[in-house]
C-alpha cells in the first residue's frame, strides 16, 4: 500500500509520463489485489513485491545491478510455490469443476 500511495503522490502527469513508475504500480496492484480478496494470504503478497521490484531493476535497468544483491533477493523464489499453492487452493474452493 506504502508504494502505491507514494506512486500516486507523484501526481498524475508524472504517473502517466513513466512506464517504468506506471508498470511498478500494475504489478503491486495486482498482487494487493489477490491478497485482499484472499486468493493468496497478504504476507505472500508482500514477499512477492519483493520479485516485482527485483524485476524491474533488471528488466528496466534503471539501476547499476548489484549482483551481491540479486543474489540476496532470490529468496523469494520460495514463495513462488507458496503463490502457485495458494492459487491452486483457491480455484478448488471458488471454481466448479
Do not use: C, K
Not at 36 to 47: K, R
Not at 60 to 78: A, K, N, Q
Not at 81 to 94: C, G, M, R, V, Y
Amino acid at each position: 500500500m506504502r508504494t502505491l500511495r507514494s506512486l500516486r503522490a507523484r501526481g498524475r502527469d508524472a504517473f502517466l509520463s513513466d512506464e517504468v513508475v506506471q508498470d511498478r504500480a500494475e504489478r503491486h496492484a495486482q498482487l494487493r489485489a489477490l491478497a485482499a480478496a484472499t486468493v493468496i494470504p497478504s504476507h505472500l503478497g508482500e514477499h512477492l513485491a519483493q520479485a516485482v521490484r527485483l524485476r524491474n531493476i533488471l528488466v528496466h535497468g534503471y539501476l547499476d545491478i548489484d549482483h551481491g544483491r540479486l543474489f540476496d533477493e532470490l529468496d523469494w523464489i520460495e514463495s513462488t510455490e507458496a503463490f502457485a499453492a495458494a492459487i491452486d487452493h483457491w480455484l478448488e474452493q471458488n471454481v466448479d469443476r
